[in-house]
């Protein structure tokens, strides 16, 4: 029995040494496996941040995006006007405007998407009232064709006195894509800082106000120079009873009235022996060329008088 069980212990110790060793072995050759993997693993990754998404985050892309680089033209499409940058001077070695951000492009719509893309510029700047006012002659000289213009696309006669402290105009003229407008909206605040121009291409059509009918005849008769034409007439000829003008009081009524197109006086007529009875409702055109007669019962039948 002493045999047997210094046999057991002497074997007992090498299977569990053997067990251990097979482990251990084991765990090695999975980490042999696994780190070229990751390493694997990580330079794919590098290569999609690096090539496949260069413009995401970044020194560069920050430093990018607080310097914009200036424009020379606003551009939709076909249409194009130079941008407010080509207007800027320089004060003491320094632009007096510069560019802070370009957003864009719009789409106002989802048809014809080309047509009514546009983009936002917003620039940071000294001077507002000065530098819009170069702006607009450049915009505004036959080269360019710009018009200020209101929501309407009315053409404004007047242009208007700039100030720094705030402003907001627009500028517009016809679009090479038919049936719209290039625009050029712009505000500034001296309070926010800063001056944003917005491009566009609606719909819409530059029009013109419509100007007022010129009168080219003379002026209207005075009231005595017609007064002095009626009393020369004689009853009859106004449809009045009597012989005799003498036998009526003439008072005109202020202001005109248009008919058949004449601009024309009121004048009642009363006779001296009924006071306060209207004998007669005669409208008398102001070139004394017409003469109506006005019902006095009805009050709104008038008759040409020949």
Known sequence: MAREKKEKKEKKPKKAKKEKTEKKGGKKKLLLILIPVLILIAAGAFAVVRFVLP???GKEVDEAAKKPVAVENYEIGEDAAPALDTVFVDIEDQKEGRLLANRGPEKESKG???AVEG???IYEMQNYASVVDRYLDLLMAEEQGFQLVDETYLILEERPELADEEGALTLAKTSVQEGRVFQLAIGWSQANG???IRTSVPEGQLHRPEKEKEDDGPPPA??????DALEQLTPAQLTLPGDS???Y?????EGFVTIDGNLCRRFNFYDKEKPGDIAGIIFYSGDMQHTYRM????????TELK
Do not use: F, H, K
């Open 55 to 57: 413009n995401l985050g």
């Open 119 to 121: 983009r936002i510029y």
């Open 112 to 114: 014809e998407e080309a």
């Open 249 to 253: 009081e003439i008072y005109p009524i």
């Open 295 to 302: 019902d006095v019962d009805d009050n709104t039948i008038i």
């Open 245 to 247: 003008m003498s036998a």
């Open 194 to 196: 800063n001056l944003t």
């Open 222 to 227: 005075s009231v005595r120079e017609q007064l």
